[in-house]
């Protein structure tokens, strides 16, 4: 398999666009290739792009967007297709990109991820977000994404102990990490003691999922992210020499049941576990080597359980360790330095792609007042449904 | 009243138990494709529940709550939970059926369609 890596890097502000999507998609992916020494026209080199958005059709109205965006930046007759995964929709479009390069059908591909979820009212998009859940066991009930992380939270509540403030303490770490990421969607500094004491707490931080409550939460964002992809053997001849390469040591993907009643045991995300495992394998590396890592914490009780399922902390300890701070940038185990979706935000199909810039930055020391001393190895989880299809990704320097 | 009835789906192959319908029997050593309906209703246990204030679109109420309950044949269930006070987590229940949704179909004039499925009251 042929060695597959990351030379450029491109991110719009994560918030609500002022822009058209598909410029908002481009600008993300010019500045990936702008960041490389890419270049359009007859000088293009990139024989594919991959584009992950979960909702461009539904909710921009706009399908085909690989196309769109391949025209718009004149890449033509560039390859392109557009990938869908849910919220792992990003990861996923890394991950074949990954596979076409490793193959050998691909030398240079361009990966972006976009969403513009703004565009529809809060109830439209927490129903169109829904639509991943399973049409007659779930969704036809009303439930949302939210309300199976409350029923997920509630058994983690009771069987390790998790509580309400250790959710807080994860929310408050990311957003502090957010007000250091020029990009992050919410960049407030937000107080432990504001957001848990029980005297104002329904007015600070109202119940949204009983037990969740809104700062245990990600907000609705736009967005997009987009990073380059190029063969080992073909870096230099194809102009990327001057770039540090950060390479794709790993991927791993694994689906669990659609009905989240129906998992064998209800606190596990096996997928999150199965597709780590996957990536380590393939890696060669360990939890042990991990330095710094992106976990997909749309909800907070998920970078709590997806620490776990990982391998970064023996399982039901996860919150213990945010706790004594060991998450924190300057902690042992600093889990997502961006901001996370929690304070970065969360534009569904752009996260995945958001996460591996993040690493990108912290892997070549330009993550500014975030940086994490001496970063080396690098794991992204990208969280597709409730946990029933989940993307791993290990990057490294080595 | 067909609509207002719930299923377990039992495999006739290797007899194991699904909810919802699946097209192949969910048991890794099994292959089956045939299934024959058993009625699922009556006492259940509740594993897990929350309560929702930010609902989709359709629902003009302030909150729902919804719960996982199992059934003595071991077959799980997502569904609303129809009483407020008193939820707690390893409590017994009686599954219902009722409707749970208004689905809106958009062709030519837009029309509603009632949707039913699990509605758990106090035992």
């Not at chain 1, 960041?35 to 991959?50: C, H, L, P, S, Y």
């Not at chain 2, 407020?84 to 509603?112: F, H």
Request: glycine share 10%.
């Amino acid at each position: 398999m042929r060695e597959v890596g990351i030379v450029g890097i491109g991110h719009t502000k994560f918030g609500k666009s002022n822009v058209p999507f598909i410029d908002m998609t481009c600008q993300a992916a010019l500045e990936a290739m702008d960041d490389a020494g890419a270049k359009t026209g007859r000088k293009n080199v990139i024989d594919q792009v991959f584009i992950g958005t979960m909702a461009a059709g539904m909710v921009q109205r706009i399908s085909g967007l690989a196309s769109a965006v391949v025209d718009t930046l004149n890449l033509r007759p560039a390859m392109a297709e557009t990938i869908e995964n849910g919220p792992a929709s990003g990861a996923s479009a890394v991950k074949l990109g990954f596979m076409a390069i490793a193959s050998g059908v691909c030398d240079c591909v361009l990966v972006v991820g976009a969403e513009g979820m703004r565009a529809v009212t809060g109830w439209e998009g927490t129903d169109f977000v829904a639509t991943m859940l399973h049409p007659e066991a779930e969704y036809k009930y009303g439930c949302t994404l939210p309300s199976f992380a409350g029923l997920f939270t509630r058994l983690c509540m009771d069987k390790y102990g998790v509580t309400s403030k250790d959710l807080s303490i994860v929310s408050v770490k990311n957003h502090a990490n957010a007000c250091l990421n020029p990009v992050a969607h919410i960049r407030n500094v937000v107080k432990l003691d504001r957001i848990t004491d029980e005297r104002i707490i329904n007015a600070t931080n109202p119940l949204v999922a009983d037990p969740l409550r809104q700062f245990d939460m990600c907000p609705v964002s736009d967005g997009a992210a987009a990073v380059l992809l190029v063969a080992k053997d073909k870096q230099e001849e194809l102009g990327f020499g001057g770039k540090k390469f950060i390479r794709i040591a790993g991927v791993g993907s694994a689906t669990d049941t659609h009905v989240v009643a129906n998992r064998e045991v209800p606190t596990d995300l096996l997928a999150v576990r199965l597709s780590a495992q996957m990536a380590y394998k393939m890696s060669g590396f360990t939890p042990k080597d991990i330095d710094v890592a992106e976990l997909h914490d749309a909800f907070q009780i998920l970078e709590i359980a997806e620490s776990e399922e990982t391998g970064l902390f023996p399982r039901g300890t996860g919150h213990l360790a945010a706790r004594e701070g060991k998450t924190e940038i300057k902690g042992e185990m600093p889990i997502n330095t961006s901001g996370g979706l929690k304070a970065k935000g969360h534009p569904l199909g752009a996260t995945g792609v958001s996460q591996i810039v993040e690493l990108v930055k912290q892997l070549r020391g330009e993550a500014g007042e975030r940086q994490v001393e001496g970063a080396k190895t690098a794991l992204a989880i990208n969280f597709g449904g409730f946990g029933n299809n989940v993307v791993a990704t290990i990057l490294t320097t080595k | 009243m067909e609509e207002m009835k719930m299923y377990a789906y039992k495999c006739k192959k290797c007899g194991k138990l699904h909810h919802p319908r699946y097209i192949v029997c969910q048991n890794p050593d099994c292959d089956g494709r045939e299934f024959e309906e058993v009625p699922l209703e009556g006492k259940c246990k509740l594993l897990t529940w929350t309560r929702v204030y930010n609902l989709p679109e359709g629902y003009m109420v302030p909150w729902l709550n919804f719960g996982i309950v199992e059934f003595p044949n071991g077959v799980r269930a997502t569904g609303q939970i129809g009483f407020d006070d008193g939820i707690e987590t390893g409590m017994e229940l009686v599954a219902t059926v009722g409707q749970v949704r208004d689905k809106v179909i958009k062709y030519k004039e837009t029309v509603t369609e009632p949707q039913y499925g699990f509605i758990f009251q106090k035992a």
